[in-house]
């Protein structure tokens, strides 16, 4: 069984490795649509440092669900999807391993760039890895959370906007939480309760998640 | 003798039985609405503090418990429909999330006409009414998933599912809401009234909460029975009933 989920995971990664410009254009979206918040609201400092864990975060999540649609689509398209319904390992494990690797390729470059451009909002260093951490904590959250989006709208009309209009409220509290970890942490507080509410929702989302996306697959390709 | 708990799960039998009790809590929905309104506006008193603006919070607190119970209501028949698989169940979860998202939307609008008298303004980012323009997000997603797909059979499966981890998710939404709330500026605008209500201003918001149950009740089935009509027009029972009304 883990032989399975490690030939999934590799499979994945290798498949995204090919196709490396999927990557980039997620990664280059979350740099841009960053760096258009000073633009928009001006350049003081104050009010930069200030926005600056909202800003991130709404980003991360806009190009994290940019990216949702691709974590089942192809393995619907060419049929793999059900080869892997019918195998013997458990499709809920499938789907976690699925998500595992879409997050790697995903999420974990936003968390990775993120306190690049957290500079350009002149953020304190000590903030940078507050930031950094709820990033970390919480993009895999949004994607175990956009699986069950991404399953229930496969091969639907419409369905990139579709899901943007199933999953983004379902973002709400990870969103509340992760950006308010830095806040926190920027007036004193110390962010450990918001980090460890999130780990919380890292660890309900990675045990629930993975088996709702796993049912929901099984709904639409029935 | 043993009781059939199916017997009104079929369409079939339940058309007709859902025609008469919409007939009857419609009814009932005109005469307790009459009658919450009555009081609501001659008989309760004015408010000492917010004067006469206050006489619609029995419009909005109704519609705001309305909303959420509908939404428990609306996930319940889906998981029901996805443990049971009958076909009714999800008939019914549809037939529910438009009034729901009535519902969530009269609260949204009423309480932002009580909000510009008594706070000064027409939103606050309160938990509440957070929590509650996140549960209209919900009921939309619902709808528009629904709506997407063809097939009513997945259709119902998939929304069920989508109900059933909204479900899950909205006391996570309004805990976090009310957090990040506090966290900002504090209870500066307090939704909770006076500890102390007048026994009639209760009554009237008792009696209009059930004029709205009442009424979610009859055009949930007067809903459901369009559903059923246009699912199952191909039967013998539906098309003697369409030509029966036509």
């Known amino acids: 069984m883990i032989a399975a989920l490690r030939c999934v995971i590799v499979r994945d990664l290798r498949l995204a490795a090919r196709r490396s410009s999927d990557v980039m254009t997620v990664v280059l979206f979350f740099v841009i649509v960053v760096s258009l918040f000073p633009l928009g609201i001006g350049p003081e400092p104050k009010l930069l440092r200030t926005v600056a864990p909202g800003v991130l975060w709404v980003a991360a999540l806009l190009a994290s669900m940019l990216a949702l649609g691709r974590v089942f689509a192809a393995d619907h398209a060419d049929g793999t999807l059900e080869q892997m319904m019918l195998g013997a390992t458990p499709l809920g494990l499938v789907v976690a391993a699925k998500v595992f690797a879409h997050w790697l390729v995903s999420g974990l470059p936003l968390v990775l760039i993120s306190p690049v451009l957290a500079l350009q909002f002149d953020l304190s260093q000590e903030l940078l890895g507050v930031l950094a951490l709820s990033l970390a904590l919480g993009t895999p959250v949004l994607s175990l959370i956009g699986a069950i989006g991404a399953a229930l709208t496969l091969g639907l009309r419409g369905a990139g906007t579709l899901l943007s209009l199933l999953v983004l409220p379902l973002y709400v509290p990870v969103l509340i939480i992760g950006a308010g970890a830095a806040e926190a942490a920027a007036s004193g507080l110390g962010g450990h309760a918001q980090l460890l509410l999130l780990g919380a929702m890292l660890i309900f989302a990675g045990a629930f998640a993975p088996w709702a996306a796993a049912v929901a697959l099984r709904i639409s390709v029935e | ?246």
């Open chain 2, 1 to 246: 003798m043993s009781i059939n708990w199916f017997k009104y799960s079929s369409p079939q039998t339940f058309f007709p039985l859902a025609g008469r009790l919409a007939l009857g809590f419609g009814v009932l929905a005109v005469l307790a609405c009459a009658a919450g309104l009555y009081i609501g506006f001659f008989v309760a008193p004015t408010d000492a503090q917010q004067g006469e603006s206050y006489r619609i919070i029995f419009i909005h607190v109704p519609a705001a418990w309305m909303s959420m119970f509908l939404y428990v209501v609306m996930a319940f028949w889906a998981g029901l429909g996805l443990a049971f698989n009958t076909r009714l169940s999800g008939m019914m979860a549809s037939a529910i999330a438009p009034t729901g998202a009535l519902f969530t939307f009269i609260a949204l609008w009423t309480g932002s006409l009580w909000g510009k008298p008594a706070w000064g303004t027409w939103w606050v980012w309160d938990a509440r009414l957070t929590s509650e323009l996140i549960l209209l997000f919900l009921y939309f997603g619902f709808m528009a998933l629904q709506a997407a797909i063809d097939d009513p059979r997945r259709a119902d499966k998939a929304g069920a599912l989508l109900a059933l981890v909204g479900v899950v998710n909205v006391p996570i939404i309004y805990f976090s809401v009310k957090w990040w709330n506090t966290l900002h500026q504090g209870a500066s605008v307090s939704l909770t009234k006076a500890p102390t209500m007048a026994t009639t201003m209760l009554a009237g918001m008792l009696i209009m909460s059930f004029a709205f149950w009442f009424y979610s009740i009859a055009a949930v089935l007067l809903r459901a029975r369009c559903i059923m009509l246009e699912r199952e027009h191909a039967s013998d029972w539906a098309g003697h009933y369409a030509r029966g009304a036509a």
